[in-house]
């Protein structure tokens, strides 16, 4: 029986390079010049900050970090954007929340999309991912195009464990 598993996680190490490559295009920039404008990870609370003097500017850094990120194959579905509020003296900031895993809304979900889709096979969730498997492996593919596209799911879904 071919199966693989269905996780919701954020490459950390490709997010790192993103922000990297944000912090050297935003100080690359004519109209960043002598801004403090930055986008920072926060690792425990799974949050990317992004800070500027005015909104204009925050908008343009994070659409410089969306940019890198769509580069990097990170997708957005599993990131929550707060508005652009005050923060301090004379600066602007707006939060990235970054969600992985699921939680029991999200699981509840997926187990709705599942028989939604006319799948066949067997489906069970196990510790923060869902093992998928069916005979055939042409289904598991359609099924996985089909959760990651969906308009109700607000996860970044990815596949491991492809076995045939």
Do not use: W
């Amino acid at each position: 029986m071919a199966s693989f598993d269905l996780v919701s996680k954020i490459d950390e190490m490709e997010l790192h390079n993103a922000l990297k490559n944000t912090e050297k295009m935003v100080q690359g920039r004519f109209d960043f010049k002598g801004s403090d404008a930055k986008a920072e990870y926060k690792e425990k609370e799974k949050v990317i900050e992004i800070r500027a003097e005015d909104e204009m500017k925050v908008k343009a850094v994070l659409d410089i970090l969306r940019t890198n990120m769509g580069k990097r194959g990170i997708g957005f579905r599993g990131m929550k954007e707060s508005p652009i509020e005050n923060s301090g003296l004379k600066a602007k900031k707006l939060t990235l929340s970054l969600t992985t895993g699921f939680d029991k809304d999200a699981q509840k979900l997926m187990n709705r999309l599942i028989k939604e889709s006319g799948y066949k096979g067997k489906s069970q969730y196990m510790d923060e991912k869902y093992r998928l498997e069916s005979k055939s492996i042409d289904e598991l593919q359609t099924l996985f195009q089909f959760l990651r596209t969906h308009k109700d799911m607000t996860l970044e879904l990815h596949m491991e464990n492809m076995k045939r």
